[in-house]
C-alpha cells in the first residue's frame, strides 16, 4: 500500500512543476550581476528598442564602469539586458547623451520580485568617455529616465574625507530630513554644490547632525534613486539652488 501511494504521488508532482506553470520563487531574491550586451554604432535606431518590462533603482557611475541596479518579476529563466547606444552627443557643458537599457525575459512566466546589480566597463561601450558626461539611461519598458551626472566620480574618495557642511534644504528630504551635505568648494561653474543624503545605513540614519557643522564623509552616486517619503510629505519644488546630485553615504567622521 505504501509503494502505491508514492507511485500515485510522483504524477502530481511532475504535473505541479510543468512548463506553463506560474511558480513563485522567493521574493526580493538578489542576483549578483548579470551579463550586459552592449550595442554601439552610429547607425542604431534607439527609439525602436523593445524590452520587457523593469525598474531602474538606482545607476552608480565608477571610474571604469557603471553599476546599475534593476528589479524585475522572473525567477525560472536567466534574464538578459542590453545597453544601446547611437554615439550621438549633445556639445552642451558638460557635454550629454542618451542610452536605452532593455530587458528580454525569456518568457519567465514567474513572478519573484528579483533585485539585479548589472555591472557595465566604458571599455566595452565603443566611443564612449565618462569623462565630463551627463549620461540621461533610459528604461526601454517604460518613460523613466536616469540622469547620470559623471562629475559625482571625483567626489567618491577611497576614505572618509570628503569635506563637507549640514546645512537646511528648502524642501530638503533625506536620511536627515532637510539637512543636506553642501560641499565648500565649487565644480566647473556651479557656485553651490548639494549631495542629497538619500540613503545610508540604519546607524548613520540614527544620527543628530547639526546644521552648520563640519564633517568628513564618504559617498556613492546613487542616481535615480526616490527616497521614500512618509505619509505626509509632499513633494516641493522649492529645491536649493546649484547642483544637486544624490548619493549613497557610506561614512561620517
Not at 519598458?141 to 528648502?170: G, H, P
Request: overall charge negative; proline content about 5%; some cysteine.
Amino acid at each position: 500500500m505504501r509503494n502505491l501511494l508514492i507511485i500515485l504521488f510522483m504524477p502530481l508532482l511532475l504535473l505541479a512543476c510543468g512548463k506553463d506553470e506560474i511558480v513563485e520563487p522567493l521574493l526580493n531574491k538578489p542576483i549578483d550581476s548579470s551579463e550586459v550586451n552592449v550595442v554601439s554604432s552610429p547607425t542604431l535606431q534607439i527609439d525602436e528598442v523593445f524590452s520587457d518590462e523593469f525598474n531602474i533603482i538606482s545607476a552608480t557611475p565608477y571610474k571604469d564602469r557603471f553599476e546599475i541596479i534593476v528589479e524585475y518579476g522572473g525567477g525560472c529563466a536567466d534574464h538578459e539586458f542590453e545597453l544601446t547606444w547611437d554615439q550621438a552627443i549633445a556639445e552642451s557643458f558638460p557635454m550629454q547623451t542618451w542610452m536605452i537599457l532593455s530587458h528580454n525575459a525569456n518568457e519567465d512566466a514567474c513572478r519573484a520580485l528579483l533585485t539585479d546589480t548589472l555591472s557595465i566597463s566604458y571599455a566595452s561601450i565603443d566611443g564612449f568617455d565618462i569623462q565630463d558626461m551627463i549620461l540621461h539611461l533610459e528604461n526601454g519598458s517604460s518613460d523613466q529616465v536616469v540622469t547620470i551626472d559623471s562629475r559625482i566620480i571625483q567626489l567618491m574618495t577611497e576614505e572618509c574625507e570628503l569635506e563637507v557642511t549640514f546645512e537646511k534644504a528648502i524642501c530638503g528630504v533625506g536620511l536627515w530630513q532637510g539637512l543636506w551635505l553642501k560641499l565648500p568648494q565649487n565644480i566647473g561653474a556651479w557656485e553651490h554644490v548639494w549631495l542629497q543624503p538619500v540613503l545610508g545605513s540604519e546607524e548613520l540614519a540614527q544620527l543628530n547632525p547639526v546644521e552648520g557643522e563640519s564633517a568628513r564623509i564618504k559617498v556613492r552616486g546613487k542616481f535615480g534613486y526616490q527616497y521614500p517619503l512618509g505619509e505626509n510629505e509632499a513633494i516641493c519644488l522649492a529645491l536649493p539652488t546649484g547642483l544637486i546630485m544624490p548619493v549613497e553615504v557610506l561614512c561620517v567622521e
